[in-house]
């Protein structure tokens, strides 16, 4: 609802630099794939999937009497979450089986640099 431009035009007024919406969304996605690359480095896994992304428990056993998305429980449901992570990995270009960045992802976003130190590290789905 509304402008969905204003972040960017915010952020020109704010810094001087001219700025679309669309050049703050690639910087967004550039942050938050550079961002998940840092976490594959630092865990010295790509299995972020299972080793990171994880759901508490109990999100999926509260109120064991009512079926999960009904009113009056945070209950999740296991299937629906794993679909939710496939999709949001879809979106971001990062491996669907592992949830970390992919080369040709780094690669769109300017972070060939990127890729190369995660290959070498054996580190790249």
Avoid: C
């Avoid at 508490?56 to 509260?62: G, L, T």
């Amino acid at each position: 609802r509304g402008d969905t431009a204003l972040e960017a035009k915010f952020f020109s007024l704010a810094t001087g630099i001219e700025t679309s919406e669309a050049e703050l969304d690639l910087a967004a996605e550039r942050i938050a794939t550079m961002h998940r690359a840092a976490i594959v480095k630092q865990m010295n896994t790509i299995d972020m999937r299972n080793e990171h992304d994880l759901v508490p428990e109990w999100v999926y056993e509260a109120d064991p009497d009512k079926k999960a998305f009904t009113e009056g429980t945070v209950k999740l449901d296991r299937e629906d979450m794993q679909l939710a992570f496939t999709m949001l990995y879809r979106e971001y270009g990062w491996d669907e089986k592992t949830g970390a960045p992919t080369r040709a992802t780094l690669e769109r976003l300017n972070m060939k640099d990127v890729a190369d130190e995660l290959e070498r590290l054996n580190l790249l789905p």
